[in-house]
């Protein structure tokens, strides 16, 4: 077994400390050691989005990271996301849109929708695509989803 | 926030008079728990005790199982049980044609075989011990192509019992594959005629012959597969499982425990994904059972993405062959198919799409002569399972191309040809499928039109020899598929029970299971539409077998329709109660009442009368208390397929055609899809936001079979068991999507409805080549369409696909 290490961080919003082993992911400690199941495991290798959290305001696969580089660190995940005026609006909007299916995928598409947006709120369709392509979705085609973010940036102006 | 008054919107409809929620574009009711992080799959599922479940697979394709030695696993610290086939004894065997034992006992006949199994107190120590089994293999040819093992003298893929040491001696003859071995390689047949193949010949005037090649493609579900077993101090096991049918499922792993079906309890969270992959039971389930019998505690048992890959079920490879003939004015005379499956190891319900193949094949167009003969043949390869279409894109695939080389060779426009053949409503087709309501011919005119097919077909043929490198081209194509449900079991039928509280809020409890596709926001609104509620006065629980009533399950595009009467059926049973009450306490009649608004109204006037919860409670708190609960069972009006295959199976038909734009890149073989103009006939939108999300999804997953998705397996084995190679489409590959629906308003169907699950995947593939063709006049026989294969055929280094089986 791996050595462990000390952590302190903020984890949406409120300061953390915790013991994770060397080796664990990010996303490992957040589900299982810190217990949010919100962030998803699709593919363990960073090639699907399901696992997406915000780490100092960017967005990373939290399957790529190791859980002790989140070691003073800003995160956000789905569950702070959500208690979030924007990312209520960002769920309303997926909800209102259609966009949510199986919905394993939305939490990721949710928190990258964040980012896009933070980033440039007058994102057109094609960037919004774009900023999504890391991201898959097996159910709804993709469509709704940019629609639902579209939706979001219009009703910002 | 704008969801809440797209609710508020439709739910003040509902509460005037005439007012519906049918139709409207109604947010799923699953999503604001989805879209916040919140909703709870398997994997997100921990038990009190619970242990962690691996399972260690063959490192050899093909090979006998010398020895196991898992000495050393079950030394390490944190290890609660290793297990082997020697460890359970009298396994059942499993699968379709029950022609294999979980744990695999002296032959591994693929990678994906299961050898031994770990439950430990975490992922990582199981995933240690594994390491730490020694297997000894000697190996054995491997069969690759299923054109290798129909040849004389191949090796056998099933040649003895499994478990020939001895294990299973007390079974007999006539028993499953996996007790009695198989002297050939031929998983299962199928044969079917219709009408008179000489006579057919005869009246043709022309007869064009086609083969065509479909590859391999996985379900990718984003949420892993996984299960949680649990057996109580009474020995009744509660499973947490993503089955799409657990009542057949509850059967199933009762007679592998050998316990009474009644004391197993199927609880499904909400799943990442279905598309048919979970039909049927796969080893790793029975595996964690056995683990949690032998340890005693709850056990869970979750897959890696690479596991996903290499050990969950697949879309078959299929090779066709078909024959057709016409007369000069385009009138179908005969079809001729042969089609050999490639089973891999063992059979699940891959091997039985013939089924939903030969409807394509004899009863998409009218065809008086028809034979159709396939063979599903043992390979050493990953084994299919059921996904979306069910065998419906490969025999789309290769009908729809036939039909526009027919078009060319009898020198009709391709949408003439069609409409020329088409069914009709009312027609009763050689195969026994009686085609109620069919909108069929408005679904090709609609996409044709939404497409400007002719015009661009006309158009881009001319400009083949242009010095443009990037071509353009239409094509289309159509399909047909069950709307109704489909008769394959004793039932295929639905139970629904319907409760109403003392505050008029409706509890609707139905054996039909959610997976995404969005049935419990449909059956509630049909439900609030019998009772006049809003949307919110309804609770859906769907997910508990020791609750919900018996339902076949979640396959055939069955649930808004056979699930659909069932919820209807239970809710007029408890409107006319109510309103037998009220009409006793109001002095009228029955008819002279409804229910609207969440009111008890006088018809004639809209006058409310009493409140429904109100009314609800005097029934409660009377001296003759009654609750308001009722119960009903749909069973749909369709009949078994007799052994010739004829039969009216399914209650309905779903038909659809989709015009396809495509780009081709003449020197880099890149083919980008333009745009899609779909024409469904879906009897009747109920909810067009839920109906335009499956649509949509099906396209783009159509999408990945004709252009992206290619599972690769060589020599038995997976090289590309990762997203990374594995290319699943992403947002920005996406077309533009145009999508009519054609409301035939099916006299069976909930409100009209038909089943559309399935449909949009079925057309793409087809269309794409047909396009490939009118924009370079190259004609794409085998998928994927990749770059390098489309690069190779438009510069003539590609042979020609040819038929060469070895019969
Ligand atoms: S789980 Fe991290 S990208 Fe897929
Ligand atoms: S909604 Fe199912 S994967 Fe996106």
């Known amino acids: 077994?791996?050595?462990?290490?000390?952590?302190?961080?903020?984890?949406?919003?409120?300061?953390?400390?915790?013991?994770?082993?060397?080796?664990?992911?990010?996303?490992?400690?957040?589900?299982?050691?810190?217990?949010?199941?919100?962030?998803?495991?699709?593919?363990?290798?960073?090639?699907?989005?399901?696992?997406?959290?915000?780490?100092?305001?960017?967005?990373?696969?939290?399957?790529?990271?190791?859980?002790?580089?989140?070691?003073?660190?800003?995160?956000?995940?789905?569950?702070?996301?959500?208690?979030?005026?924007?990312?209520?609006?960002l769920r309303d909007s997926f909800v209102e849109h259609g966009a949510v299916q199986c919905g394993f995928c939305t939490p990721g598409f949710v928190m990258q929708a964040h980012h896009v947006l933070e980033k440039n709120p007058d994102a057109s369709e094609a960037e919004i695509q774009r900023g999504i392509e890391g991201n898959l979705c097996r159910c709804t085609g993709y469509r709704k989803i940019v629609d639902a973010i579209a939706g979001v940036a219009a009703a910002a102006k | 926030m704008a969801v809440k008054e797209a609710v508020k919107d439709t739910e003040a409809k509902t509460a005037a008079d005439g007012g519906t929620l049918i139709g409207k574009r109604i947010p799923k009711m699953d999503a604001p728990m989805k879209a916040s992080g919140k909703t709870r799959y398997i994997h997100d599922i921990n038990l009190p005790g619970q242990l962690h479940a691996k399972i260690l697979r063959s490192a050899r394709v093909h090979a006998r199982i010398k020895k196991i030695d898992t000495s050393k696993a079950k030394a390490?610290?944190?290890?609660?049980?290793?297990?082997?086939?020697?460890?359970?004894?009298?396994?059942?065997?499993?699968?379709v044609a029950k022609d294999h034992l979980p744990l695999k006992t002296d032959r591994v006949r693929s990678l994906r075989d299961e050898i031994a199994a770990v439950a430990a107190d975490s992922v990582e120590i199981a995933e240690e011990a594994l390491k730490l089994i020694e297997v000894e293999y000697e190996d054995l040819p491997i069969l690759s192509d299923p054109r290798d093992s129909l040849k004389a003298n191949a090796p056998l893929i099933h040649p003895e019992p499994h478990g020939a040491d001895g294990t299973h001696d007390h079974l007999k003859q006539g028993m499953p594959i996996a007790y009695t071995g198989k002297k050939d390689n031929i998983a299962m047949t199928f044969d079917y005629a219709q009408g008179d193949m000489a006579q057919g010949k005869a009246e043709s005037d022309i007869i064009v012959e086609d083969c065509f090649s479909l590859h391999y493609v996985t379900h990718c579900c984003m949420g892993v597969s996984g299960v949680i077993a649990e057996f109580d101090s009474s020995g009744n096991l509660l499973l947490y499982s993503n089955t799409q049918v657990p009542f057949l499922h509850r059967r199933e792993f009762a007679d592998l425990l050998g316990i009474d079906p009644g004391r197993i309890r199927i609880i499904q969270p909400p799943i990442g994904g279905g598309f048919g992959s979970k039909l049927d039971i796969y080893p790793f389930e029975p595996i964690a059972i056995y683990l949690a019998r032998i340890t005693k505690r709850p056990v869970k048992l979750v897959f890696s993405r690479e596991e996903e890959f290499v050990a969950s079920p697949t879309r078959q490879p299929v090779l066709l062959r078909l024959r057709s003939g016409c007369k000069k004015d385009g009138t179908l005379t005969f079809r001729e198919v042969d089609t050999i499956h490639d089973n891999g190891a063992y059979t699940s319900w891959g091997a039985t799409t013939p089924f939903v193949m030969m409807q394509t094949i004899s009863s998409l167009y009218r065809?008086?002569?028809c034979s159709y003969h396939t063979k599903a043949v043992y390979t050493n390869n990953p084994y299919a399972g059921s996904f979306r279409g069910y065998g419906n894109l490969q025999a789309t695939f290769a009908v729809e191309a036939h039909m526009d080389r027919m078009a060319e060779a009898v020198g009709m426009d391709p949408l003439a040809f069609r409409l020329k053949n088409a069914q009709e409503p009312?027609?009763?087709?050689?195969?026994?499928?009686?085609?109620?309501?069919?909108?069929?011919?408005?679904?090709?005119?609609?996409?044709?039109?939404?497409?400007?097919?002719?015009?661009?077909?006309?158009?881009?043929?001319?400009?083949?020899?242009?010095?443009?490198?990037?071509?353009?081209?239409?094509?289309?194509?159509?399909?047909?598929?069950?709307?109704?449900?489909?008769?394959?079991?004793?039932s295929d039928g639905c139970g629904t029970i319907l409760k109403i509280d003392d505050f008029a809020h409706v509890t609707l409890i139905t054996g039909a299971s959610e997976i995404g596709q969005g049935s419990e926001t449909v059956l509630s609104q049909l439900v609030c539409e019998e009772l006049g509620l809003p949307l919110s006065a309804v609770t859906v629980v769907n997910n508990d077998t020791d609750i919900t009533p018996w339902d076949v399950g979640v396959?055939?595009?069955?649930?808004?329709?056979?699930?659909?009467?069932?919820?209807?059926?239970?809710?007029?049973?408890?409107?006319?109660?109510?309103?037998?009450?009220?009409?006793?306490?109001?002095?009228?009649?029955?008819?002279?009442?409804?229910?609207?608004?969440?009111?008890?109204?006088?018809?004639?006037?809209?006058?409310?009368?009493?409140?429904?919860?109100?009314?609800?409670?005097?029934?409660?708190?009377?001296?003759?208390?009654?609750?308001?609960?009722?119960?009903?069972?749909?069973?749909?009006?369709?009949?078994?397929?007799?052994?010739?295959?004829?039969?009216?199976?399914?209650?309905?038909?779903?038909?659809?055609?989709?015009?396809?734009?495509?780009?081709?890149?003449?020197?880099?073989?890149?083919?980008?899809?333009?745009?899609?103009?779909?024409?469904?006939?879906?009897?009747?939108?109920?909810?067009?936001?839920?109906?335009?999300?499956?649509?949509?999804?099906?396209?783009?997953?159509?999408?990945?079979?004709?252009?992206?998705?290619?599972?690769?397996?060589?020599?038995?084995?997976?090289?590309?068991?990762?997203?990374?190679?594995?290319?699943?489409?992403?947002?920005?590959?996406?077309?533009?999507?145009?999508?009519?629906?054609?409301?035939?308003?099916?006299?069976?169907?909930?409100?009209?409805?038909?089943?559309?699950?399935?449909?949009?995947?079925?057309?793409?593939?087809?269309?794409?080549?047909?396009?490939?063709?009118?924009?370079?006049?190259?004609?794409?026989?085998?998928?994927?369409?990749?770059p390098e294969r489309v690069y190779r055929a438009l510069h003539g280094k590609a042979a020609p696909m040819t038929w060469s089986d070895a019969e």
């Open chain 1, 1 to 89: 077994m791996s050595a462990m290490v000390d952590i302190t961080f903020k984890l949406n919003g409120i300061n953390r400390k915790t013991r994770v082993s060397a080796t664990m992911s990010a996303l490992d400690m957040v589900r299982d050691v810190l217990g949010l199941t919100g962030t998803k495991y699709g593919c363990g290798e960073g090639e699907c989005g399901a696992c997406t959290i915000s780490v100092d305001g960017i967005t990373l696969n939290s399957c790529l990271m190791f859980a002790a580089d989140c070691d003073g660190r800003d995160v956000m995940t789905i569950e702070g996301l959500a208690a979030d005026r924007k990312g209520e609006a």
């Open chain 2, 76 to 95: 390490l610290p944190g290890v609660h049980a290793v297990i082997t086939a020697a460890d359970v004894p009298n396994q059942h065997p499993i699968g």
């Open chain 2, 367 to 369: 065809v008086p002569h």
């Open chain 2, 426 to 490: 009312g027609e009763v087709t050689p195969q026994g499928m009686n085609f109620k309501s069919c909108g069929f011919k408005d679904c090709l005119t609609t996409a044709a039109e939404h497409g400007d097919y002719e015009r661009k077909h006309r158009d881009n043929a001319t400009k083949w020899n242009d010095p443009n490198p990037i071509k353009r081209g239409v094509g289309m194509a159509s399909m047909l598929h069950v709307g109704g449900g489909a008769k394959i079991y004793q």
């Open chain 2, 555 to 786: 396959h055939a595009s069955r649930t808004t329709f056979i699930a659909g009467n069932s919820a209807i059926g239970a809710a007029r049973k408890a409107k006319s109660k109510i309103l037998g009450m009220a009409a006793a306490k109001f002095d009228t009649t029955a008819e002279a009442l409804d229910l609207r608004g969440g009111f008890v109204i006088d018809k004639a006037s809209g006058k409310r009368l009493v409140d429904l919860s109100k009314m609800i409670r005097s029934l409660h708190f009377s001296d003759k208390a009654e609750l308001v609960m009722t119960t009903f069972y749909y069973e749909p009006p369709s009949r078994h397929q007799d052994r010739e295959f004829k039969g009216d199976v399914s209650a309905a038909y779903a038909w659809a055609s989709q015009v396809i734009e495509v780009e081709v890149d003449t020197k880099t073989g890149i083919v980008k899809i333009v745009k899609v103009s779909a024409a469904h006939d879906v009897g009747r939108v109920l909810n067009r936001l839920g109906i335009e999300g499956q649509v949509e999804g099906g396209i783009v997953m159509g999408q990945g079979y004709a252009l992206t998705e290619d599972l690769m397996v060589e020599n038995g084995t997976i090289r590309n068991p990762n997203f990374r190679d594995y290319k699943l489409v992403t947002a920005p590959e996406i077309p533009e999507m145009d999508i009519s629906f054609i409301e035939s308003m099916d006299g069976e169907g909930p409100q009209g409805a038909k089943g559309v699950g399935e449909a949009p995947a079925i057309c793409v593939a087809a269309a794409v080549a047909n396009a490939i063709y009118n924009a370079t006049g190259v004609r794409m026989t085998e998928l994927p369409f990749t």
